[in-house]
């Protein structure tokens, strides 16, 4: 039976249920056959629509319209899965084609995956060993260059010991010939003067005897010609006696008479001969020529002596032609040594695989890159500043003397005092003095002992005009500027190897070109260093505008520190090639005149071994010096305020310049006194150098003004009780009488 026929024979008690199971149920199936009219679209399985009814409402039963509905929509639903049924089989067909297909290419791509793989490892096993041919032959390369770099370090050792034992000998034997040329440049210019002195004398002596002979002739002429008219006179009258005589028969009044007229005669002939030259006189003059004839002798002796010194020059300038001919296979070696360390840089910088980048100032960052110049001097090699400052001068002149210059203990106290008196220095003499030796040995000795270390030698061109003949400048079109020796020299004064060093640069020739012109920044940076001696710091600008790559030690990557403990040393001829200083550069310099007369012997006291002066302990024992020696500053600036300055205004109209008389006395006075010095000697060297220079050899000038000049200083030295007499002032005072006044010898003091 179908279940349509049991539903029917149910009864009215199963409608009565059933009508209550469909009220229950009906909510869920409305609600299900709303789910599928919405959702008719998503495909559902086969088992969704078994067990659903027909549509067919049984007798006496009618389905709810909503229900028919959901029926509908699952009949459709069926409809739709159907045809996405038979859709997703054919896709499945295609899908396993595609399977096939790709399981087909994948045996393939494995295939090839294969032997890419196999080719992969051929190509890896010869990378491998590419690689290591690569590294065996870099390895042999290396090892070669290696082998080839100890060689050349040892030839290079054994290059530079040798030539360090050549260049030891070279300086003994330069130090030698040069000590030797500068006293036979001194013995002729002294043979000179005593030549020039001699000859003055010779003619003088010889036209005084001149005259005095030809005086005595004239008057022997004269007494000979009357003597003559005399003797003609009696003659004739003793004549004319004989004559009478023979006539008168010899009358003897007659002769008597004549007689007496002859005896007169006779007396004044006497008279006449009594004028005439004694044998005495006769002697002396005859001694008088044998002087002539020795001077004449001594003049022959010092032309044959002068001729014999010129040989001895002339064989010397031979040496010395030699020397410069070692010196220049010296420097050739060098620089094949620099050649040769030039390619091993480049080399080893091929092999690491630097490169090389120029920047706007190469040479100073290649100052920042070298570790040398940040390493300090350890503090066990500083000379011990506690022994004094005599001590120092006194060594310091011991080791100029075993380098083979001679200088005195007075121009070495000047050198030190002037050092805290100013950071510029002026070193004037004739050539063969030691101008630029002393500061070279100065920077020696303060650097234990070590040839050009705290120091820069610069060549002063005639041509330069202005600041960047000195300094450089920078070329906007290249963006690099143009460093000089100079300027690197102010930067590696910075570096903390130089820091605590006194750092010299010497500016060779200063006066060929005006300083006021090409140092003027630097006259400018110097000035204004405290009263207590204190050198302070200053900056010079560079640039208008700071740049990228500006060395470490710049100050906004444009400016230069002039750091405080950097000395400028320049050395001065007088001659138709240079100029002469301007007033602004001598007073703000301390300036030294070396003698041309080498100082008497200087005793010995073994072999100073210098260690390196601190600038530090340098600057503290000025410091120390201008506190116990205050009095005495003062006593010197008072004899230039009342006695030195009044006379120069009233007589010749200049003045003496305030930096001396505010500053420069204060610092320079009281470091000369302790050093070993007086006061006189100080205020001596200070009335030469600042305040008479200005007077000194003036054409309109009178030998009167210089008295006054004397009085005055005399006076001022005896009121104040200085003891010391001022011999450098006197001797200029005098010279300059003499000048105005041939033949004055008086003395003014």
């Given at each position: 039976m179908s279940k349509r026929s049991s539903r029917n024979r149910q009864g009215p008690a199963s409608n009565g249920a059933n009508e209550?199971?469909?009220?229950?149920?009906?909510?869920?199936?409305?609600?299900?056959?709303?789910?599928?009219?919405?959702?008719?679209?998503?495909?559902?399985?086969?088992?969704?629509?078994?067990?659903?009814?027909?549509?067919?409402?049984?007798?006496?039963?009618?389905?709810?319209?909503?229900?028919?509905?959901?029926f509908h929509a699952a009949a459709k639903a069926k409809q739709v899965y159907e045809v996405e049924k038979a859709k997703l089989t054919e896709q499945a067909g295609n899908l396993e084609a595609q399977k096939k297909e790709i399981n087909s290419k994948m045996g393939e791509a494995e295939?090839?995956?294969?032997?890419?793989?196999?080719?992969?490892?051929?190509?890896?096993?010869?990378?491998?060993?590419?690689?290591?041919?690569?590294?065996?032959?870099?390895?042999?390369?290396?090892?070669?260059?290696?082998?080839?770099?100890?060689?050349?370090?040892?030839?290079?050792?054994?290059?530079e010991e040798e030539m360090g034992g050549r260049q030891t000998k070279l300086e003994a034997d330069e130090a030698d010939l040069k000590k030797r040329l500068r006293k036979l440049a001194l013995d002729e210019e002294m043979l000179k003067e005593d030549k020039h002195a001699l000859q003055d004398r010779i003619e003088h002596r010889a036209k005084a005897l001149a005259a005095a002979d030809r005086q005595e002739l004239e008057a022997s002429k004269v007494s000979l010609a009357s003597a003559q008219g005399i003797i003609n006179t009696l003659q004739n009258e003793l004549s004319k006696l004989r004559s009478a005589q023979w006539a008168d028969g010899g009358s003897t009044a007659t002769a008597v008479s004549r007689l007496n007229?002859?005896?007169?005669?006779?007396?004044?002939?006497?008279?006449?001969?009594?004028?005439?030259?004694s044998k005495q006189d006769i002697a002396r003059l005859q001694t008088q020529q044998g002087e002539l004839d020795s001077l004449r002798d001594q003049l022959d002796a010092s032309i044959r002596e002068a001729?014999?010194?010129?040989?001895?020059?002339?064989?010397?300038?031979?040496?010395?032609?030699?020397?410069?001919?070692?010196?220049?296979?010296?420097?050739?070696?060098?620089?094949?040594?620099?050649?040769a360390r030039d390619e091993l840089g480049k080399l080893r910088k091929q092999i690491e695989g630097e490169?090389?980048?120029?920047?706007?100032?190469?040479?100073?960052?290649?100052?920042?890159?070298?570790?040398?110049?940040?390493?300090?001097?350890?503090?066990?090699?500083?000379?011990?500043?506690?022994?004094?400052?005599?001590?120092?001068?006194?060594?310091?002149?011991?080791?100029?003397?075993?380098?083979?210059?001679?200088?005195?203990?007075?121009?070495?106290?000047?050198?030190?005092?002037?050092?805290?008196?100013?950071?510029?220095?002026?070193?004037?003499?004739i050539s063969g003095t030691?101008?630029?030796?002393?500061?070279?040995?100065?920077?020696?000795?303060?650097?234990?002992?070590?040839?050009?270390?705290?120091?820069?030698?610069?060549?002063?061109?005639?041509?330069?005009?202005?600041?960047?003949?000195?300094?450089?400048?920078?070329?906007?079109?290249?963006?690099?500027?143009r460093q000089t020796e100079f300027l690197r020299a102010l930067y590696e004064a910075n570096t903390p190897r130089y820091q605590d060093t006194p750092y010299i640069v010497i500016l060779d020739e200063m006066n060929l070109s005006r300083p006021e012109q090409y140092f003027a920044d630097l006259l400018s940076a110097l000035e204004g260093d405290s009263d207590e001696g204190e050198a302070k710091e200053r900056n010079l600008v560079l640039m208008d505008r700071p740049v990228d790559d500006a060395p470490r030690d710049f100050i906004d990557s444009r400016k230069i520190r002039i750091p405080p403990n950097v000395w400028f040393v320049g050395t001065a001829n007088h001659d138709e090639t240079t100029l002469e200083f301007a007033d602004k550069t001598y007073d703000r310099a301390h300036v030294l005149e070396l003698p041309h007369e080498l100082p008497e012997d200087i005793?010995?006291?073994?072999?100073?071994?210098?260690?390196?002066?601190?600038?530090?302990?340098?600057?503290?024992?000025?410091?120390?010096?201008?506190?116990?020696?205050g009095k005495e500053a003062d006593k010197a600036r008072e004899y230039f305020l009342d006695y030195v300055e009044p006379v120069l205004g009233e007589e010749f109209g200049v003045g003496i310049g305030n930096r001396l008389k505010k500053r420069q006395i204060g610092q320079f006075v009281p470091v000369f006194l302790a050093t070993g010095g007086s006061i006189g000697e100080a205020i001596d060297h200070l009335l030469v150098t600042r305040a008479l220079r200005r007077i000194a050899g003036l054409h309109d000038t009178s030998g009167e003004q210089f008295r006054a000049l004397a009085k005055a200083l005399k006076g001022g030295w005896m009121k104040l009780g200085l003891k010391d007499l001022p011999s450098r002032t006197v001797r200029l005072i005098e010279k300059e009488m003499r000048d105005k006044e041939p033949g004055n010898k008086a003395g003014v003091w």
């Open positions: 209550r199971q469909r009220a229950v149920l009906a909510p869920e199936a409305m609600e299900k056959s709303e789910e599928l009219g919405m959702e008719a679209q998503i495909l559902v399985g086969d088992e969704a629509f078994e067990g659903i009814p027909t549509p067919e409402n049984p007798p006496g039963f009618t389905l709810p319209q909503r229900m028919i509905e959901a295939h090839s995956l294969g032997a890419a793989v196999t080719l992969s490892k051929e190509l890896a096993e010869r990378e491998d060993k590419v690689a290591k041919r690569e590294q065996d032959a870099q390895d042999a390369f290396k090892k070669l260059l290696e082998e080839e770099r100890t060689d050349w370090e040892k030839g290079r050792l054994a290059a007229d002859l005896q007169k005669a006779y007396d004044q002939l006497q008279d006449l001969y009594a004028g005439y030259p001729g014999s010194l010129k040989t001895r020059l002339s064989r010397m300038a031979q040496q010395s032609g030699e020397l410069e001919s070692l010196r220049d296979m010296k420097e050739s070696a060098e620089a094949q040594l620099k050649i490169e090389s980048k120029e920047g706007t100032f190469p040479a100073l960052v290649k100052i920042d890159n070298d570790i040398n110049f940040f390493q300090r001097m350890p503090s066990s090699s500083i000379w011990p500043m506690d022994k004094g400052l005599p001590t120092l001068v006194k060594d310091m002149q011991q080791y100029f003397k075993h380098e083979g210059f001679d200088y005195g203990i007075h121009d070495l106290r000047c050198f030190v005092a002037g050092m805290a008196m100013s950071r510029l220095h002026i070193l004037q003499g030691g101008k630029t030796s002393l500061p070279r040995l100065f920077a020696r000795f303060a650097n234990s002992g070590v040839s050009k270390e705290g120091i820069k030698i610069i060549e002063v061109q005639a041509g330069w005009r202005d600041r960047q003949d000195l300094l450089g400048y920078y070329n906007a079109f290249e963006r690099t500027y005793p010995g006291h073994g072999r100073v071994h210098p260690s390196r002066l601190s600038f530090k302990e340098m600057q503290d024992a000025f410091a120390t010096a201008l506190k116990n020696h």
